[in-house]
């Protein structure tokens, strides 16, 4: 059983919810105030984690406003381990990077530090810690270009050096948690467990921001996920252009500031995201969706087989999918058992769906909702791969177990983790985070994501 301070903590987290979503109802967003559909992608009660584009924890973050129409927005979360050659090992890569302050070596030319040697013990002492801009690290050659900030510090992010030996590291789309109606990509427990997950299965992350409901009903949420997967591809795409041109002059590289001034927008400003063109990998591609987001995910991976070769170069090779927040009509065994388990209980859910879900198409057996109802998408046997994990006091667990028993059916490798013991969102809730079952439930996905991004093939087995 989960322990005495989880069920405390449960029953407060479960009022403070209930009290969300009932003003959510009462407040809910006339039609007319919202007419361009720009929405929300977090709330004012949200506890943020800024941006840190230095390798702090060996994980650098950048924000990006993807949309100019909405408020769809991504964190990019790279590991350090992108700096090192292939032949060279994780912790030698890592030794490059850290120094003794934490922040970085500025003897490494290979990257950027968010601090220069002046810089670093003054900014400790007096403990700033407002939001940084991640579109500060800019510049046309190996030089730092620095940015003044209000009080005299010179300011810098990483930025690819255009290097051979930057590695080509996996891309993770993740979409966050929270009942379509909170939550979001940059949120502390969100950017701890996307951190988490960036080093133990050396990927970077795209945490999607995607709008919330009420203020954007469905199928605004899923369309967001698409379009993060539709940007992604553009990005690899505007990437291999400026290499291209880039070799036009003579055969020779150009500068990596002077190459993607070639592809801009119309106020000139670069198109090409410098992580992700310098070490991104689309061709290995992993959607991992947590509780509402795992819909988003599982929505994502049966428009991208639709898509088939529209999105070249990007490859969905995978999903995860964390206790999918999967509902029906018709109650499972744990629906009816489990009904007013820990955190979510089956009323508030339902209360999330109605928020959601236009009123004209509310239903419990919602495509978006069920995933056992017959006309869905595409085959089962076209989805890829699918990792899920439940949690043993979850009601929604027997739904998410039918699903992946369904791709088995048709030969889909989508085996199921149960943990003893555990809550819905067990391994992303903030009080849970830090949990030896948090963590292991973390080294168990890297463990099965590898075997689908490894280019040496299936060398790990679960």
């Not at 500031?257 to 063109?277: K, N, R, T």
Request: aromatic letters at 10%.
């Amino acid at each position: 059983m989960p322990s005495v301070a989880v069920k405390l903590y449960s029953v407060f987290f479960k009022f403070l919810l209930k009290h969300r979503l009932q003003s959510r109802f009462q407040a809910l967003i006339d039609e007319t105030s919202n007419p361009d559909g720009f929405g929300v992608s977090t709330r004012p009660d949200e506890s943020i984690a800024a941006a840190n584009p230095s390798f702090f924890d060996g994980v650098a973050t950048k924000d990006i406003h993807i949309d100019p129409f909405t408020s769809l927005s991504i964190r990019i979360f790279i590991p350090d381990t992108c700096l090192a050659s292939p032949q060279q090992s994780k912790s030698k890569a890592r030794g490059l990077i850290r120094s003794e302050s934490g922040f970085g070596s500025f003897e490494d030319p290979i990257r950027r530090t968010s601090y220069d040697p002046s810089s670093v013990t003054s900014k400790r002492e007096e403990g700033v810690g407002s939001r940084r801009n991640s579109y500060a690290c800019v510049g046309s050659d190996d030089s730092s270009v620095k940015l003044k900030l209000e009080k005299g510090e010179s300011y810098q992010g990483y930025l690819p050096s255009g290097r051979e030996n930057c590695r080509k590291l996996p891309v993770m789309l993740q979409f966050h948690g929270g009942g379509f109606v909170s939550g979001s990509s940059d949120s502390v427990a969100n950017d701890l467990f996307c951190r988490r997950i960036a080093k133990l299965c050396d990927v970077i992350i795209v945490a999607v921001g995607y709008r919330l409901a009420p203020e954007n009903r469905f199928p605004d949420a899923f369309e967001d996920g698409m379009k993060v997967l539709h940007w992604l591809a553009k990005q690899a795409n505007l990437a291999e252009c400026s290499k291209s041109m880039g070799n036009v002059r003579g055969g020779a590289e150009l500068r990596k500031g002077e190459v993607q001034g070639h592809i801009a927008d119309a106020f000139g400003a670069s198109m090409v995201e410098p992580w992700l063109a310098a070490h991104g990998d689309p061709a290995r591609c992993v959607l991992l969706g947590v509780s509402c987001g795992a819909n988003i995910a599982d929505y994502v991976a049966r428009k991208s087989v639709e898509a088939g070769r529209l999105l070249d170069p990007v490859k969905v090779v995978a999903q995860v999918l964390m206790y999918p927040f999967f509902i029906g009509s018709v109650p499972t065994h744990s629906e009816i058992k489990l009904a007013n388990s820990y955190f979510y209980d089956k009323a508030m859910c339902i209360l999330a769906w109605k928020l959601f879900l236009p009123e004209a198409e509310f239903s419990l057996d919602h495509p978006a909702a069920n995933p056992l109802i017959p006309d869905r998408g595409p085959p089962l046997k076209r989805m890829p791969p699918t990792l899920t994990v439940v949690a043993e006091h979850d009601w929604m667990r027997d739904r998410a177990i039918a699903y992946s028993e369904e791709l088995r059916k048709v030969n889909v490798d989508a085996p199921v983790l149960e943990y003893k013991d555990a809550v819905h969102e067990f391994a992303t809730l903030d009080m849970l985070l830090k949990t030896p079952q948090a963590q292991a439930c973390a080294e168990d996905i890297a463990i099965w994501v590898k075997k689908y991004i490894s280019l040496r093939g299936h060398e790990f087995s679960y």
